[in-house]
């Protein structure tokens, strides 16, 4: 269990539209989204700003430092800890109210996207097997202000990066 709080954790969103679609892109410093829990939170963030579901992007960083104790069923307990409804309430609000931050505080915007194929090369490794081939790629789509200030940055990357001792338990 949790000694304390080593860094904080977020929710970020990002609502995009070209003036007649939109979508909004939510990702939360958690390990993972169980599928009941992300099933609720797409159904009411679409309800609520009037998008459809498949405009809904929810996702988390993977982060194994992360809360706990927002699922049911014997899985999530057993590696969450069993269900709080509290800290259930605290992500809900805070992926509801950061949607909701994200559609409503859009802006024009200038944008530019690149992939880089190996920037990650050297960096990533296959635990199951080092010999086998990695994902190295980069992905990075940056938009900013028409007066050319940094708005957001979007990264894709595919690691599972392991970067505390597994006795730091803040």
């Known amino acids: 269990p949790s000694v304390g709080i080593r860094d904080p954790l977020y929710v970020r969103a990002l609502g995009l539209s070209d003036g007649e679609d939109t979508v909004v892109l939510i990702s939360a410093d958690l390990l993972v989204f169980p599928q009941p829990v992300a099933d609720d939170l797409i159904n009411e963030i679409s ?85 086998e081939p990695v994902d190295a790629a980069l992905g990075v789509l940056l938009l900013e202000t028409l007066e050319g200030k940094p708005k957001a940055i979007v990264v894709n990357a595919a690691a599972h990066p392991t970067l505390l001792d597994s006795n730091d338990m803040r």
């Open 47 to 131: 309800a609520r700003l009037k998008i459809p579901r498949q405009a809904v992007l929810l996702t988390t960083t993977h982060t194994h430092t992360g809360t706990g104790a927002f699922a049911h069923g014997f899985l999530h307990e057993q590696v969450f800890g069993p269900l709080d409804s509290k800290v259930l309430e605290g992500i809900r609000a805070r992926v509801l109210w950061a949607a909701q931050q994200a559609v409503e505080k859009r802006e024009p915007v200038r944008w530019a996207a690149a992939v880089r194929e190996e920037s990650l090369a050297g960096f990533l490794e296959n635990r199951a097997d080092p010999a």
